[in-house]
């Protein structure tokens, strides 16, 4: 399929940066949707990307925005939040995008949902919701071919994985972990940017759905450890009883700047393996340097190694 210009929601977040960056050295042309313009300048160095703000709010001012697009990626999501907010990004706002996408004839949708997304079995409201949203774009997408991807927690520069555990683990020596023994087989970023690109221009009439995986599963203590072996940091990783996770779950989400809320806590507890299938191939061994050290002290160690002796 002749693909030359993509509108990708939710370009501005950790895989929407990595992907736009690829589209753009693909030669086409991007239009990145964002809520604030102005946060998303960084994007415009990139060439062919263009920005085009929204609240995703009208069906006929997206129906514009999206008129002589080829394909839409469709990334906008929350990790957790009040069930009314989740249903609202996870839910309502896909059913307009695939409405405004109909009337804008556009032919291709890629839609990220999550790994164990499930509409009525989903152990959260951001699993539940999630699992809506995907049934609901592909029961709505009959003149748009969709094709959705069910990840595993992401990793890469600027992940919500392994950053904020080295972030936890330079600043303790001790990190009292909830949710230690989940077991998850974390996918590497640029091999989803992979997965979505290949979509794109995929022939497939549209309809399917894929897990993404990455070759290897740790559980989340093993993954701390490694980050804090990695960043040559003694800590020491002690796992929090379930008996407690879950209360301090509810109140960390309660506090100003708390981000792991309990709906957070529930996904989690459910871990993340893909039941079946072929893995992404990346490991995070392969990565986790360019992930964990900052991209100003890799140029200053690239420096310092290309010096004369
Ligand atoms: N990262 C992971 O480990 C992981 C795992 C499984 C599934 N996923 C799914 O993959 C997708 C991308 O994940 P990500 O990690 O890149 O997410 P992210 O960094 O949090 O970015 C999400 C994007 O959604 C937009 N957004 C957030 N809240 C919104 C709201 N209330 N209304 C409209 N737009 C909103 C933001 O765009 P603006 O602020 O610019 O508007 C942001 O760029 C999401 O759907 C996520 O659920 C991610």
């Known amino acids: ?21 690829a589209l753009s050295a693909a030669g086409l042309q991007v239009k990145v949707f964002t809520r604030r313009v102005q946060r998303a300048r ?10 085009v703000e929204t609240d995703y709010g009208n069906v006929t001012d997206l129906q514009h925005a999206f008129e002589g697009s080829d394909a839409i ?5 929350i990790p957790d939040g009040h069930a009314k907010l989740q249903r609202r990004v996870h839910v309502d706002l896909p059913r307009t995008v695939v409405e405004a996408a109909r009337l804008a004839r556009v032919q291709r949708l890629v839609y990220m949902s999550a790994l164990h997304a499930d509409a009525h079995g989903g152990a959260s409201t951001f699993l539940r919701t999630k699992g809506a949203g995907e049934d609901l774009v592909h029961a709505m997408a009959e003149e748009v071919r969709v094709t959705s991807f069910r990840p595993a927690p992401i990793f890469g520069r600027g992940d919500a994985l392994l950053t904020p555990l080295a972030a936890r683990i330079q600043e303790h020596r001790r990190l009292l972990l909830a949710n230690a023994g989940a077991r998850l ?6 091999d989803v940017v992979e997965r979505l690109v290949q979509a794109l221009f995929s022939p497939h009439r549209g309809g399917d759905r894929h897990d993404l995986c990455g070759p290897r599963t740790y559980t989340l203590g093993e993954l701390a450890a490694y980050v804090a072996h990695t960043l040559n940091r003694p800590c020491r990783i002690l796992p929090l009883p379930d008996a407690l996770a879950a209360p301090r779950a509810w109140l960390t989400g309660h506090l100003p700047g708390g981000h792991t809320g309990l709906d957070r806590h ?44």
């Open 185 to 190: 087989a974390p996918v590497y970023v640029m």
């Open 1 to 21: 399929m002749n693909i030359r210009t993509v509108c990708v929601l939710g370009g501005t977040g950790f895989v929407g940066r990595h992907l736009v960056k």
């Open 266 to 309: 529930r996904t989690l507890q459910v871990g993340a393996q893909c039941p079946a299938g072929d893995p992404c191939p990346t490991p995070l061994e392969a990565v986790v340097a360019d992930v964990l050290v900052p991209s100003d002290l890799q140029g200053r160690l690239q420096q310092l190694r290309s010096r004369p002796h």
């Open 42 to 51: 960084p994007l415009l160095v990139l060439p062919g990307v263009v920005l």
């Open 73 to 77: 990626i469709h990334l906008v999501g």
